[in-house]
């Protein structure tokens, strides 16, 4: 398993159109990925899982990614970070 912590920075938080582009780009992978947020693990290949967890700006979530693929899945979720989520 490999997991990196991150403080989301966009305004508005992982509202749905991040929330969706997270989610569509997790589900390529076939390890498992998930969130840890809150005190919860969240399904981060499921929308409405995302959505439920009302991550807002400056809330830190950890990426955890657990597979075959799970380096690329990681990479894949830092790529988007950077990139502010598409925002």
Same mark, same amino acid.
């Given at each position: 398993? %490999?997991?990196?912590?991150?403080?989301?920075?966009?305004?508005?938080?992982?509202?749905?159109?991040?929330?969706?582009? %997270?989610?569509?780009?997790?589900?390529?992978?076939?390890?498992?990925?998930?969130?840890? %947020?809150?005190?919860?693990?969240?399904?981060?290949?499921?929308?409405?899982? %995302?959505?439920?967890?009302?991550?807002?700006?400056?809330?830190?979530?950890?990426?955890?990614?657990?597979?075959?693929?799970?380096?690329?899945?990681?990479?894949?979720?830092?790529?988007?970070?950077?990139?502010?989520?598409?925002?």
């Amino acid at each position: 398993m %490999v997991s990196k912590k991150y403080t989301i920075k966009n305004e508005q938080g992982l509202h749905m159109r991040p929330a969706g582009l %997270v989610t569509k780009e997790m589900m390529k992978f076939n390890s498992d990925v998930s969130f840890a %947020v809150n005190g919860a693990t969240i399904n981060a290949k499921s929308i409405m899982n %995302v959505m439920a967890a009302c991550i807002k700006c400056g809330t830190e979530i950890e990426v955890q990614c657990n597979g075959a693929d799970e380096e690329a899945a990681l990479a894949k979720f830092d790529e988007l970070y950077n990139n502010g989520f598409g925002e």
